[in-house]
């Protein structure tokens, strides 16, 4: 699987962006993706996580209400929208693939990709 997300850009506070993430090798509809983000200086967090059928999805407390994940496994492309974005959302957003069981951690996840940069300022 090769996963590779993007989307990303500035926006002021308050504003919204759609990130993209295009999927090649086994198809889409059979594993989940996390949507993961790392701030400079932090570690990566865990954002969210949409099963295999997209009809599933889990968020955690930081976006839930503002972010939606979801998926197209006919395009082979999973989406995560934000909206009325922070300051502290700055970071770099990656999608990756589900291959373990160790919940909602980066140890559940692999295929990467390089991220996308997501800045929020005014």
């Known amino acids: 699987v090769q996963l590779q997300a993007s989307g990303g850009g500035t926006v002021q506070p308050g504003g919204s962006l759609r990130l993209s993430c295009v999927a090649s090798?086994?198809?889409?509809?059979?594993?989940?993706i996390g949507w993961f983000r790392q701030a400079p200086g932090k570690e990566r967090e865990f954002l969210s996580r949409?099963?295999?059928?997209?009809?599933?999805?889990y968020y955690s407390d930081s976006v839930k209400g503002r972010f939606t994940s979801s998926k197209d496994n006919a395009k082979n492309t999973a989406y995560l929208e934000m909206r009325d974005l922070k300051p502290e959302d700055t970071a770099i957003y990656y999608c990756?693939?589900?291959?373990?069981?160790?919940?909602?951690?980066?140890?559940?996840?692999?295929?990467w990709g390089q991220g996308t940069q997501v800045t929020v300022s005014s």
């Open positions: 990756a693939q589900e291959t373990r069981n160790y919940g909602y951690t980066e140890k559940s996840y692999e295929s």
């Open positions: 949409i099963n295999g059928l997209g009809d599933r999805v």
């Open positions: 090798g086994p198809p889409l509809i059979s594993y989940a």
